[in-house]
């Protein structure tokens, strides 16, 4: 048998993926386990969304579609922007991919060579290294903890580029903190990105309508760095469409030109029928999506105080997604008969063999005193986990 390449050996397995598929396999076995380990919202897509893409069967979308997307969705992402966002995209600007994580890896191999540095602030969504390693570039981690709400400055920016420097790639909302850089933040970083224009910012936006604190904030708002800005947003977070794999790219032609030559030879075009599906959610009826946020934000509000009052637990409010990051690390070192809490994943170990609650290692995002979990399922099922985590943090001595 041939050995596996070393591109795939470097690669570490997705913890969130690794941890849900742990609690399936516990669940299969009997086991009573609260999963809230994965990032999707608990709703169903939207009625008019899902009779579209029954009527694009019906009219035969059955057939290969372009490489870069369908020209009516790839116009309405053009109209979203505008409308959403107040940015000017063309069509030829944009190309739509099999969900979020394609666009950015895309971006990213089409961006980095061997030896570059892609800078990404700590914590940060556990694929962007992965995907830095794919494209065999050099991952610069930004730290940030609690304290600053998780967020990097622009001094720690200015520090980090090098001439090696290629990229830099964040989210806002963020997963896995739930913050939210404002206007004046983001332009604290545009600033130093201006001078430094051989670096390409990939702004991840797929959280962009869940957000609890008002209007939402693109860096590619500010006009002296739009060509060295790409915004990666999709379906998936704001219209409930996980499944449907319906992510998309803008960015500069040039980019978006390689885009579609590197797509067009891993996977072409994306699911033609999920195109059809995502051009009704961006063009049609969006009073679902306020709806969504009220019930979200009810349930952060539920999260955080409940973690607020476990002693030991360090908690700010995030201002978007659906994800708490609380710092434990009050509890590395201690223990519960046998059972010894090292780090993190020690924690969340322990949380799923003793509470039967699935969390992840906050170390996956590059946060090793925290652990991350969602509150995108009910208050009933969030209350329920909430009462096993309490119950075994506060067995640990």
Known sequence: MSAISNRLMSLSRSATLAMNQKSREMISQGIDIINLSIGEPDFDTPDYIKEAAIQAIHDNFSHYPPVPGFLDLREAVSLKLK??????????????????????????????NPGDEVIIPAPYWVSYPEIVKLAEGESIILNSDISQQYKITPEQLEAAITPRSKAFIFSSPSNPTGQI???????????????????????????????????????????????????????SKGYAMTGWRIGFLAGPEWLVTACQ??????????????????????TGDQSFI??????????????????????????????????????????????????????????????LNEAHVATVSGAAFGAPGTIRFSYATSTEILEKGLDRIQKALSNLK
Do not use: W
């Not at 959280?207 to 800005?229: C, D, L, M, T, W």
């Open 181 to 235: 850089y404002s206007r004046d933040e983001l332009a604290g970083l545009a600033a130093v990105f201006s001078r430094h224009p051989q670096l390409m910012v990939i702004s991840d936006e797929i959280y962009e309508h869940i957000n609890y604190s008002g209007k939402h904030e693109s860096i590619a708002q500010f006009e002296e760095i739009r060509n060295q800005v790409v915004v990666i947003n999709g379906v």
């Open 261 to 282: 030559k590197l797509q067009g030879q891993y996977t072409s075009g994306a699911c033609a029928i999920a195109q059809k599906a995502a051009l009704s959610a961006l």
């Open 290 to 351: 306020p709806s969504m946020i009220k019930v979200f934000r009810e349930r952060r509000d539920l999260v955080v105080a409940r973690l607020k009052s476990m002693p030991g637990v360090l908690i700010d409010q995030p201002q978007g997604a659906f994800y708490v990051l609380p710092d434990i690390s009050s509890f590395f070192g201690k223990s519960k008969g046998e059972i010894e809490i090292r780090d993190c994943e020690d924690i969340a170990m322990y949380l």
């Open 83 to 112: 409308r959403d966002n107040d940015l000017d995209y063309r069509p030829s600007e944009i190309i739509v991919s099999n969900g979020g994580k394609q666009a950015i890896a895309n971006a990213m191999l089409c961006i980095v």
